[in-house]
């Protein structure tokens, strides 16, 4: 048991690594939510009538919080497609550690790497006029919500590297299926302009239950929620916690199983 | 003592259509380098990922270092070494970075992976390189780092499959030298090569493989003597061909195949030293002084030939390791 917690602690030490060797990497993951964040503020902002007090970057960055965490599926997924590619996953099958080591090492660190990403985030929202008014409590809750949702949404990412095995291909199956969730979402925009079938999908689109969760959290009134009065829009922070807890119990058995069996 | 066991192995992919294995058995004694030779696509790298636990056979049992590949995998790992066809090394991080790493997967302490990390840096002449990332390698510098990285507990068995593809003549005479001290400290080895002068310098004995089956097996010297006897060969000036043939005959009592181009004359000859001298005297009384002359036994090219019925391919592998590597199949 302790020996597995060191084998996944030696993969998660190699990420930061890695960080530290090429910061490159972090460093565009870091400006690409950061010219986001800008963007939105700067060219919808105006043209969005947000109808909250502060304004529309009150209800964007919650928004872009949450996408640039789901995208960890994007950052596991690829990386593991990399380390698959290289033959560096055979290697670590080939040695006397754990069986989950690798998978959950890898998770952690991507979410490691998030937690560096929403600082910057946060401090660039600060700046561009976002203020959460809920108190340090409520907000700290709120960041730990976006690195759990990180986190499982991982897993997903591990199956796909491990199923893909390429690089580049990871990197559009990802993009494919990330972007159009965080779109078709309460994210940037109000639901109610979506055709009745994709307000429905909006409405239960986990991302939409993330963004309405944090922004409770952060204390902002989600304005751009609740259309259909479903469920989830109801019950965002409990409906993401479910979320959660299905992804990585669903994903996690999976991806190891996968692991143990992966060969090209 | 055999340390390495495979019996009857079979794998088959796309459903029953490639046969990578086709039960393949073959076994290697404790302390001895077994050649895996065979051209692409035989089946060496599949055998290898087998007996290394990456992947499970349709059918057929192996065993590795006295424990059930199949039933215990996590105890072979335990106890073999694997340094793959393809150098597999965290390419971002530094020799050292990478070496340190993978001890800590061996469990090796803090400090004991650090330490084992500087010897096989230094053993592998990579103590320079060892702070710069390995996207600054070179092929020849990866493959070490790959092979001291299956070194970092002085594994039972070893498998290296090709560890000399793609280096050149300097790095694969290094190389070699590398496996004959590994070999002289008493490791199993197991090594597949598509090099037939490789097979006979490192190997104890050989197993050609082609379509996933051994289809001979013995000592160098054994293969080559199933192809044939020794043959007398000397080069000589043009205008002296004629003459030089016709004193060669007479020693060998058979007729001499001649290549006018390199003009070389060969023939069988069943005393071996005895008839080269022969052969000499004769020459050095017609004053005929041969350019080169010697005894050759068939090369491991011969035995190949005729044994798998095609040449050896030689194939331009991609770069060890290099952004190539990765179109590999
Ligand atoms: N994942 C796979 N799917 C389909 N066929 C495969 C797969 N892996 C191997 N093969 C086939 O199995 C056969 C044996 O492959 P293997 O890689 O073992 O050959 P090899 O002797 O190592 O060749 P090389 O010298 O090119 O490395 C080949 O015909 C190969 O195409
Ligand atoms: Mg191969």
Request: proline share 4%; aromatic share 8%.
């Given at each position: 048991?302790?020996?597995?917690?060191?084998?996944?602690?030696?993969?998660?030490?190699?990420?930061?690594?890695?960080m530290?060797?090429i910061?490159?990497?972090?460093?565009?993951a870091?400006?690409?939510p950061a010219?986001?964040?800008?963007?939105?503020?700067?060219?919808?902002?105006?043209?969005?009538?947000?109808?909250?007090?502060?304004?529309?970057?009150?209800?964007l960055m919650?928004?872009i919080?949450v996408?640039?965490?789901?995208?960890?599926?994007?950052?596991?997924?690829?990386?593991?497609?990399?380390?698959?590619?290289?033959?560096?996953?055979?290697?670590?099958?080939?040695?006397?550690?754990?069986?989950?080591a690798?998978?959950?090492?890898?998770?952690?660190?991507?979410t490691?790497q998030?937690?560096?990403?929403?600082?910057?985030?946060?401090?660039?929202?600060?700046?561009?006029?976002?203020?959460p008014?809920?108190?340090?409590?409520?907000?700290?809750?709120?960041?730990?919500f976006l690195?759990?949702?990180?986190?499982?949404m991982s897993?997903?990412?591990?199956?796909?590297?491990l199923?893909?095995?390429?690089?580049?291909v990871?990197?559009?199956?990802?993009?494919?299926?990330?972007?159009?969730?965080?779109?078709?979402?309460?994210?940037?925009?109000?639901?109610?302009?979506?055709?009745?079938i994709?307000?429905?999908?909006a409405?239960?689109?986990?991302?939409?239950?993330m963004?309405a969760?944090?922004?409770?959290?952060?204390?902002?009134?989600?304005?751009f929620?609740?259309?259909?009065n479903?469920?989830?829009?109801?019950?965002?922070?409990l409906?993401?916690?479910?979320?959660?807890?299905?992804?990585?119990?669903?994903?996690?058995?999976?991806?190891?199983?996968?692991y143990?069996?992966?060969?090209? | 003592?055999?340390?390495?066991?495979?019996?009857?192995?079979?794998?088959?992919?796309?459903?029953?259509?490639?046969k990578?294995?086709?039960?393949l058995?073959?076994?290697?004694?404790?302390g001895?380098?077994l050649?895996?030779?065979?051209?692409?696509?035989?089946?060496?790298?599949?055998?290898?990922?087998?007996?290394?636990?990456l992947?499970?056979?349709?059918?057929?049992?192996?065993?590795?270092a006295?424990?059930?590949?199949l039933?215990?995998?996590d105890e072979?790992?335990?106890?073999?070494g694997?340094?793959?066809?393809?150098?597999?090394?965290?390419?971002?991080?530094?020799?050292?970075?990478?070496?340190?790493?993978?001890?800590?997967?061996?469990?090796?302490?803090?400090s004991?992976?650090?330490?084992?990390?500087e010897?096989?840096?230094?053993?592998f002449s990579?103590?320079?390189?060892?702070?710069?990332?390995?996207?600054t390698?070179?092929?020849?510098?990866?493959?070490?780092?790959?092979?001291?990285?299956?070194?970092?507990?002085?594994?039972?068995?070893?498998?290296?499959d090709?560890?000399?593809?793609?280096?050149?003549?300097?790095?694969?005479?290094?190389?070699?030298?590398?496996?004959?001290e590994?070999v002289?400290?008493?490791?199993?080895?197991?090594?597949?090569?598509?090099?037939?002068?490789?097979a006979?310098?490192?190997a104890?004995?050989?197993?050609?493989?082609?379509?996933?089956?051994?289809?001979?097996?013995?000592?160098?010297?054994?293969?080559?003597?199933?192809?044939?006897?020794e043959?007398l060969e000397i080069?000589?000036?043009?205008?002296?061909?004629?003459?030089?043939?016709?004193?060669?005959?007479?020693?060998?009592?058979?007729?001499?195949?001649?290549?006018?181009?390199?003009?070389?004359?060969?023939?069988?000859?069943?005393?071996?030293?005895?008839?080269?001298?022969?052969?000499l005297?004769?020459?050095?009384e017609?004053k005929?002084?041969?350019?080169?002359?010697?005894?050759?036994?068939?090369?491991?090219?011969?035995?190949?030939i005729?044994?798998?019925?095609?040449?050896?391919?030689?194939?331009?592998?991609?770069e060890?390791g290099?952004k190539?590597?990765?179109?590999?199949?």
């Open positions: 048991m302790l020996q597995s917690v060191s084998d996944f602690l030696v993969i998660t030490k190699r990420q930061l690594l890695q530290i060797r910061p490159e990497v972090l460093i565009f870091t400006i690409q010219m986001f964040v800008l963007l939105f503020r700067y060219v919808f902002g105006g043209a969005i009538d947000s109808g909250v007090e502060g304004g529309y970057v009150q209800l919650p928004g919080f996408q640039t965490v789901a995208f960890t599926l994007a950052a596991t997924a690829v990386g593991l497609a990399a380390d698959m590619q290289k033959g560096l996953i055979d290697r670590f099958r080939s040695l006397p550690i754990s069986r989950s690798v998978v959950i090492g890898r998770t952690v660190g991507d490691l998030n937690v560096v990403t929403l600082i910057v985030m946060g401090l660039v929202g600060f700046l561009v006029g976002w203020r008014s809920s108190g340090p409590v409520k907000i700290f809750l709120g960041f730990l690195l759990a949702f990180g986190y499982s897993w997903i990412g591990v199956i796909i590297g199923s893909v095995r390429e690089e580049r990871a990197q559009n199956l990802v993009f494919m299926t990330v972007f159009p969730l965080t779109f078709l979402s309460n994210a940037f925009a109000p639901t109610t302009g979506m055709p009745k994709l307000q429905y999908f409405e239960w689109n986990p991302v939409s239950t963004v969760a944090c922004r409770e959290l952060f204390g902002t009134e989600n304005v929620g609740a259309t259909a479903s469920w989830p829009s109801q019950n965002p922070i409906m993401s916690l479910i979320y959660m807890f299905l992804l990585v119990a669903i994903f996690a058995p999976i991806s190891v199983r996968k143990v069996k992966v060969s090209k | 003592m055999k340390s390495i066991i495979a019996h009857e192995l079979l794998k088959t992919y796309d459903k029953g259509a490639v990578a294995l086709d039960g058995s073959l076994e290697v004694e404790e001895t380098v050649g895996l030779l065979g051209p692409n696509g035989s089946g060496k790298t599949t055998t290898v990922r087998v007996l290394a636990t992947l499970t056979p349709d059918s057929g049992s192996a065993i590795v006295g424990i059930d590949v039933k215990h995998p072979v790992r335990k106890v073999i694997l340094s793959g066809q393809y150098a597999a090394l965290d390419e971002t991080l530094t020799g050292w970075d990478n070496l340190t790493m993978f001890g800590r997967l061996y469990h090796l302490n803090s004991s992976a650090k330490k084992r990390a010897e096989l840096l230094e053993k990579l103590t320079d390189a060892a702070r710069r990332p390995i996207k390698y070179s092929g020849g510098m990866r493959r070490r780092l790959d092979l001291a990285a299956s070194l970092i507990v002085k594994p039972k068995v070893l498998f290296l090709e560890p000399t593809t793609g280096l050149d003549p300097r790095g694969r005479m290094e190389m070699w030298g590398v496996i004959d590994l002289k400290g008493g490791v199993t080895l197991l090594l597949t090569t598509q090099y037939l002068e490789e006979d310098h490192l104890d004995s050989i197993a050609v493989i082609d379509s996933g089956k051994v289809i001979a097996r013995g000592t160098a010297d054994e293969l080559k003597n199933q192809v044939g006897g043959r080069t000589v000036e043009e205008n002296q061909i004629t003459e030089a043939t016709r004193l060669v005959e007479q020693v060998s009592g058979a007729k001499p195949s001649v290549d006018p181009g390199i003009r070389k004359i060969s023939a069988p000859v069943s005393n071996g030293s005895a008839s080269l001298i022969q052969v005297r004769l020459l050095d017609a005929i002084h041969p350019l080169d002359i010697g005894l050759k036994r068939p090369s491991l090219d011969d035995v190949f005729s044994l798998t019925g095609h040449v050896a391919e030689v194939v331009v592998e991609p060890v290099g190539n590597a990765a179109k590999r199949k």
